[in-house]
Structures are given as structure tokens and as C-alpha cells.
């Protein structure tokens, strides 16, 4: 139950392209929803996140979608970049705590 | 305004030997957690500290593994007697309070040999 799904586990988009990458939970205690970014050889940089009240949130070529009552989110990259390759992990957290819950990652590849 | 400092870097360790990790927190945070990330895997919470308290230690392997943050210095990640399937990254991550964003450290990355 206090899993979170996501998927694909890799993908690769033309320059230009969107990108979109789905997660799924199960808990209806997760209250916020936080997206990561790694590159080799660093440490998960909080890109983008969401509370489960809103349906979109955009920010710059970012947006998160949500649908509370599919319990699903999902990581939209507009105009994809090959800066933008990079691992994903999306997260969710329990109210009134710290502990995050990641998915297991996609690799991203964006191709020039 | 440095970031979450970890070290080292790498650390490479012989099974039954001993493995510390440091993390030194943002300045002004109080919080640690401490995260495990397996290869070709997501991270997993392992344990999360305040000032010389340990406030959630559920992901913590029951043996073996401990940490400590106290008044003075940084966190302390301590495995000992290491086995092969404790090779992986580990991640520290701080924040000023329970209910605001966590900044990870680039983390230490722990191979037994």
C-alpha cells in the first residue's frame, strides 16, 4: 500500500518531443507529490511537485497532471531537450511526515 | 550557501569490515533522512533524525545498520561487518523542518568487495 508504480522504466524521445511519464499509487494518505531529477553521479534535485486538491501544475516545459480519483500522476516535458536526459523518479508523501515513497525511475534519453 | 555535503564520495569496503557515512546538513537544517538507492532501482527511505534523536528508523535493516545525529558535527550512517548486497548509493537529505522540501546530498557510493 505504500508503493508507487511508475512507468516506462526507460524512454527515448526526439529533440523537440514530449516526453510523459506515469506513476500510480495506492495510498489515499499521500498528500503531496514531488517529482525528481538525477543525473550521473548526483543526488535527486526536486524538479516539480503537486498536492492532490490541484489537477495540473505547470512550470516552465514542466507540468504534472493528477487524477485523484484514478490515484494516478503523470510527468509532462514539452519541447524535450537532450539536457533533459536524465533519470525520473516520482514520490509521494504521508501527511505530517518526511518519509518519501519513490517510484523505481525512468531513464530518459533525449535524442538530438 | 553550500548544499547537503556527504562523504566520502566513494567508499570501498572488504565484507565484514566496517563502513561509515557522513552527511553534513544545509545550515540551519535539522532534519536528516538518509536513503538507500539500489542499482537500476528507486531510492528507499531508510531512517530520519533530528538533533540527537532518531525520529522514524522504519527502513532500517534491524541489524547491522545505525546512525546517529549529534548536537555537534554531521550525521552518522554506521554498516557494519558490510555484506556484498550492501553496495549502493547512499543518499542524505536535510531540511529546517518536518514540513518543508528536503535538499539530497550527491550521496556516497559504497562497494563490497
Known amino acids: 500500500q505504500q508503493q508507487v508504480k511508475q512507468s516506462p522504466q526507460s524512454l527515448i524521445v526526439q529533440k523537440g518531443g514530449i516526453s510523459i511519464i506515469n506513476c500510480a499509487y495506492e495510498?489515499?494518505?499521500?498528500?503531496?507529490f514531488p517529482w525528481y531529477q538525477q543525473f550521473p553521479g548526483k543526488g535527486p534535485a526536486l524538479l516539480i511537485a503537486?498536492?492532490?486538491?490541484?489537477s495540473e501544475k505547470k512550470e516552465g516545459r514542466f507540468t504534472i497532471s493528477f487524477n485523484k480519483s484514478a490515484k494516478q500522476f503523470s510527468l509532462h516535458i514539452m519541447d524535450s531537450q537532450p539536457g533533459d536526459s536524465a533519470t525520473y523518479f516520482c514520490?509521494?508523501?504521508?501527511?505530517?511526515?518526511?518519509?518519501?515513497?519513490f517510484g523505481q525511475g525512468t531513464r530518459l534519453t533525449i535524442n538530438p | 550557501n553550500a548544499g547537503v555535503m556527504q562523504n566520502p564520495r566513494h567508499l570501498v569496503r572488504r565484507r565484514g569490515q566496517e563502513a561509515r557515512l557522513r552527511c553534513s546538513p544545509m545550515?540551519?537544517?535539522?532534519?536528516v533522512y538518509w536513503y538507500r538507492q539500489l542499482p537500476e532501482e528507486g531510492l528507499k527511505f531508510m531512517v530520519y533524525?533530528?538533533?540527537?534523536?532518531?525520529?522514524?528508523e522504519s527502513g532500517m535493516p534491524k541489524e547491522r545498520f545505525s546512525a546517529e545525529f549529534p548536537k555537534e558535527g554531521p550525521s552518522i550512517l554506521r554498516i557494519q561487518q558490510v555484506v556484498r548486497g550492501d553496495s549502493a548509493a547512499y543518499f542524505c537529505?536535510?531540511?529546517?523542518?518536518?514540513?518543508?522540501?528536503?535538499?539530497f546530498g550527491q550521496g556516497t557510493r559504497l562497494t563490497v568487495v
Open positions: 537529505a536535510s531540511s529546517p523542518s518536518a514540513r518543508e522540501q528536503a535538499f
Open positions: 495510498n489515499t494518505a499521500f498528500d503531496y
Open positions: 503537486i498536492r492532490p486538491d490541484v
Open positions: 514520490a509521494a508523501i504521508f501527511q505530517g511526515a518526511q518519509k518519501l515513497v
Open positions: 545550515k540551519g537544517h535539522s532534519h
Open positions: 533524525l533530528q538533533k540527537e534523536n532518531i525520529i522514524d
